[in-house]
């Protein structure tokens, strides 16, 4: 009997904890929040401006890594229609556009780790939308499709996206049925109500729309605005708190074999300016892959479940006119970000080693 009342009041406890659960830690709503995989395998495309700052290299590194990610496929973006590559080489000199510098790095990167002819690679859009009703259609966007198709909601491809949203803006104007298969996470966008502050340069209103969405404001239109995709948002003020000190990158990346010279020769002068660098790809892989065995999720994150705001012209949010609820991370795991990825570039430069 004892037994039975202590059993109770543990049973009660409990519910009075679910009742206080603090504000955006709420149970996940089954219409946007994660959903279960089957064989514990996720599909996922990798969509990002490789050609650009280099958080996106160690991103691809570290999403082939994992063993339970099934990367159907990498797509190059563009960093707009005439910027130059960050860090370009020689050998990058005959690329048409800056999409076709980042297939190129991401088929490097798949030769490191050893998944040569393994990973399909297709360019994106060259350059941002004319307008958010105008798709560019490009061997990326036609990849996106393709693997939608073979997903299912209950399987479903989730895109991982780094830059610019031009390839899903495009792929969805192609082809509306895709929406849903996919769950678009999305590195971009600026800070909500709820978030952070600015960083101090935005007060003085430098700066306040966020780069990625900057670079292709017709395309977010087109996501936010006129789709139904699923979005899980990794805005500014989060991403932001994925950051790397350069004694860090130093000790821990650059002795680690292959990977550890192909992204110290990469970072270049640009990134050591300061002594800390935001890894700001890096949550991708964390929300996506890094999740709990059981009701899958990644636990150590926490989340708004907020209406999107409407993009308008200028790329600031509209929140007068609310539109489909969709996820908006608040915090992310930083200290299972990182300590994976070390420990899987890790292991495999002891591989490389033998």
Known sequence: MKRFFLMAAAALTGLSLMAQRPQGTTPQRPDVGPRPQQGGRVKVIVDNDLCGDGDGL??????????????????????GARSQAWGQSSNEGAARNNAEISVGRANEIIDIVGK???????????????????PIDSEGARLIIEEAKNATPERPLYLLFGGPLTDIASAYLLDPSISKNVILVWIGGQEYPFGHPFPPEHFKGNNLVEYNLRLDVNAAKTVFNDSDIMIWQIPRDVYRQSMYSMAELEEKIIPLGKIGEYLGGKLGSFARMADTYVLGDSPLCLISTLTTTFEPGAAGCFYEVTPAPTIVENGLYDFSKPGRDIIVYRTIDTRLEFGDMESRFRLHAAKEGK
């Open 58 to 79: 160690f991103h691809l590194f570290h999403q082939l890594l994992c063993t339970s990610s099934d990367v159907r496929g990498v797509v190059g973006a563009h960093v």
């Open 116 to 134: 040569t002819g393994k990973i399909t690679v297709k360019p994106g859009a060259p350059g941002p939308m004319v307008d958010p009703k105008t």
